[in-house]
């Protein structure tokens, strides 16, 4: 049985962590501050804490402050896998753009060697 005084500790812990995310305002407008935004969103010190607060307890009988801990463990997982798919989407996008953009180089490339492959041979005839 858990006395009311570890419960009262664990408690205050428990407050500390949450109160201790790091406020991240509103998410900018760029993608790669996005990302960067998503990624300070993941609170993965705060999960690593309550994960060992969990831990920490063994194979007592659970009480209330566990089944709190554990709601906020499974919050904060949710919350991290979504910003975590948001920075995946961003940084497809990029690499598309990029693939895009490499691919309209090559073809300019491949057109500026065929003219210069034609002005060579046209030179050469004359």
Known sequence: MTDNHDLAQRLQRLEAYVAARPPHGDAPSTNSDLADWHMRSVVLDRIARLTMELQQRGNVALD????????????????????????????????ATASSHLQNVRAVIERQLQREEKDGRSSVVT
């Open 64 to 95: 209330a402050v566990d089944t709190l801990e554990m709601r906020l463990l499974l919050n904060d997982y949710a919350a991290s896998t979504t910003h975590l798919r948001a920075v995946t989407r961003i940084a497809g996008q990029g690499i």
